[in-house]
Nanobody, 118 residues
Framework: QVQLVESGGGLVQAGGSLRLSCAASGRTYRIGWFRQAPGKEREFVAAITWSGGGNPYYADSVKGRFTISRENAKNTVYLQMNSLKPDDTAVYYC?????????????WGQGTQVTVSS
């Protein structure tokens, strides 16, 4: 059984930073971060695999500002968010993909709120 628990959200001023954590249990292949702002659809943010170099990749909207990383010994994936903008305000979710191939996220955490004030 896969379980995901996010933490690290909060309120920050524009230009500030936050680091989100996603603690995973169970066997997974890839962890992705997604976000959903009020009145908008959920969107992809970043993803990383547990093996090798992790092959991290990002949505264009966060490239250069956000960094995804992992700590295999702790089964934890991080999302370091710098230069935050009010448009980054959303509930952030981590999700697990169980196998190699096109991403298919079958398990989701409960989400953590990130609010960026202007």
């Amino acid at each position: 059984q896969v379980q995901l628990v996010e933490s690290g959200g909060g309120l920050v001023q524009a230009g500030g930073s936050l680091r989100l954590s996603c603690a995973a249990s169970g066997r997974t292949y890839r962890i992705g971060w997604f976000r959903q702002a009020p009145g908008k659809e959920r969107e992809f943010v970043a993803a990383i695999t547990w093996s090798g170099g992790g092959n991290p990749y990002y949505a264009d909207s966060v490239k250069g500002r956000f960094t995804i990383s992992r700590e295999n010994a702790k089964n934890t994936v991080y999302l370091q968010m710098n230069s935050l903008k009010p448009d980054d305000t959303a509930v952030y979710y981590c999700a697990a993909d169980l196998s190699f191939g096109p991403p298919k996220y079958d398990y989701w955490g409960q989400g953590t709120q990130v609010t960026v004030s202007s």
